[in-house]
Nanobody, 130 residues
């Protein structure tokens, strides 16, 4: 059974950092596409960062480029999202997701690709105070 569980959220001041973790089981991180998504209050869910195993490409939303970094540790079955220089606009519930089909990373993180992600974990809440 494929499972994902995000953790590491919390309250942080603007300019601070957080590292989110996504513990996974039931599949190999070397084979599945993975991604981080977020949903702010009153807004639609958006893709933050996605990795495709087919070509090794990584996508970052423009709003987080240069500040967020996605990584994974296959030995620990864990995916991370390092978030630096946080600002109040980053306040959201963050979710990790996985897909058995390795579409291009930008497709996975947007529109139909995002809607088609096979497996989702429960979110972790991030609040950035000004």
């Amino acid at each position: 059974e494929v499972q994902l569980q995000a953790s590491g959220g919390g309250l942080v001041q603007a300019g601070g950092s957080l590292r989110l973790s996504c513990a996974t089981s039931g599949f190999s991180l070397d084979d599945y596409a993975i991604g981080w998504f977020r949903q702010a209050p009153g807004k639609e869910r958006e893709g933050v960062s996605c990795v495709s195993r087919s070509d090794g490409s990584t996508y970052y939303a423009d709003s987080v480029k240069g500040r967020f970094t996605i990584s994974s540790d296959s030995a620990k079955n864990t995916v991370y999202l390092q978030m630096n220089s946080l600002n109040p606009e980053d306040t959201a519930v963050y979710y990790c997701a996985a897909d058995a089909i390795n579409y291009a990373s930008d497709y996975l993180c947007r529109g139909e690709g995002m809607k088609g992600m096979d497996y989702w974990g429960k979110g972790t809440e991030v609040t950035v105070s000004s």
